[in-house]
């Protein structure tokens, strides 16, 4: 059974930082893009970051760029995402993903494994 547990999550002041974890077992991810997707309240669940293969390239939202950054291990077959100079609307439940098939061609589509997601909250 596959499954893909985020953590990492919390309440955290505007300005400040917050690192996602996301192990995946029940299948080795090495070779399967993955990626994170948020949901804030009231909201459709939009994409964040995704990240290649080998982590040789990573592709962010425009509202994230220069501020996260997301890498993986495969040898632990973990993600993380890197949240610096976090922002009230950056207030959102934070899902870690991966691919349905290795080697996908999409950084923002064809996941088919998802994570039950970690709430992550920034004051003002």
């Known amino acids: 059974q596959v499954q893909l547990v985020e953590s990492g999550g919390g309440l955290v002041q505007a300005g400040g930082s917050l690192r996602l974890s996301c192990a995946a077992s029940g299948r080795t991810f090495s070779s399967y893009v993955m990626g994170w997707f948020r949901q804030a309240l009231g909201k459709e669940r939009r994409f964040v970051a995704a990240?290649?293969?080998?982590?040789?390239?990573?592709y962010y939202e425009d509202s994230v760029k220069g501020r996260f950054t997301i890498s993986r291990d495969n040898a632990k077959n973990t993600v993380s995402l890197q949240m610096n100079s976090l922002k009230p609307e950056d207030t959102a439940v934070y899902y870690c993903?991966?691919?349905?098939?290795?080697?996908?061609?999409?950084?923002?589509?064809?996941?088919?494994?998802w994570g039950q997601g970690t709430q992550v909250t920034v004051s003002s």
């Open positions: 990240i290649n293969w080998n982590g040789g390239n990573g």
């Open positions: 993903a991966a691919h349905s098939y290795p080697y996908g061609p999409s950084w923002t589509s064809g996941y088919g494994y």
